[in-house]
């Protein structure tokens, strides 16, 4: 790997029953801002699988209908406290700033995706067939557990550690090399 590890503590916590009441209110506040100009919002990541250990901050991502409407969606959230940050190296993904936990709401990351983008369909894929493959939602559970305590100070090590399990689903999925290749450089930033 070329890039330099980034030394930020890894906590993983049990499943909480709670995070899909977050991600409703969640969704609710950033929703009332821009309805008329996205498709929906879909809860994504750990967080959003029942039963499976995460890092307790809810993922979302917003759904646009084209890359072209990513200009008015940009205002929009701006308007409601969420600054743009720009794609962060993934091609597809833009990221928001959103508030700390507590402060505003639940600790979450908020993304913009166009419907049909690689970031979405990879989001939507590990979601959903975590939801529905209990063996491989243990597995992942167990995997993270084990990497956060081997890792506990570094994300970079402990995102690193997950990509082969994740692209195993990917595979599965009909996910092509191509693909898979830009989903592990995405994971790699």
Same mark, same amino acid.
């Given at each position: 790997?070329?890039?330099?590890? %980034? ?5 993983? #916590? ?12 969640? &969704?609710? &506040? ?8 996205? @498709? ?16 307790? @901050? ?17 205002? *929009?959230? #701006? ?20 508030? @700390? ?57 402990? %995102? ?10 990917? @595979? ?7 693909? *898979?290749?830009?989903? &592990? ?5």
């Amino acid at each position: 790997m070329s890039r330099q590890s %980034v030394r930020r503590p890894v906590h993983i #916590a049990e499943y909480d029953k709670d995070w899909p009441r977050h991600f409703e209110q969640l &969704r609710a &506040r950033i929703w009332a801002g821009v309805s008329d100009v996205a @498709v929906r919002i879909e809860h994504v990541g750990s967080t959003s699988v029942p039963g499976l250990a995460a890092k307790p @901050v809810i993922d979302l991502d917003l759904v646009i209908g084209s890359p072209n409407d990513l200009s008015q969606v940009v205002a *929009r959230l #701006a308007g409601i406290g969420y600054p743009h940050l720009g794609d962060l190296g993934i091609e597809g993904r833009e990221a928001f700033a959103a508030a @700390v936990d507590g402060v505003d709401g639940p600790a979450h990351n908020l993304y913009v995706c166009a419907a049909g983008s690689l970031p979405l369909r990879n989001h939507l894929t590990i979601r959903d067939h975590l939801r529905n493959h209990a063996p491989d939602r243990a597995t992942y559970s167990d995997l993270k557990k084990r990497l956060a305590a081997e890792h506990s100070n570094d994300i970079d090590a402990y %995102v690193e550690g997950k990509t082969e399990f994740l692209m195993g689903i990917l @595979v599965r999925h009909g996910f092509s090399r191509d693909d *898979r290749n830009a989903v &592990r450089r995405a994971n790699q930033r």
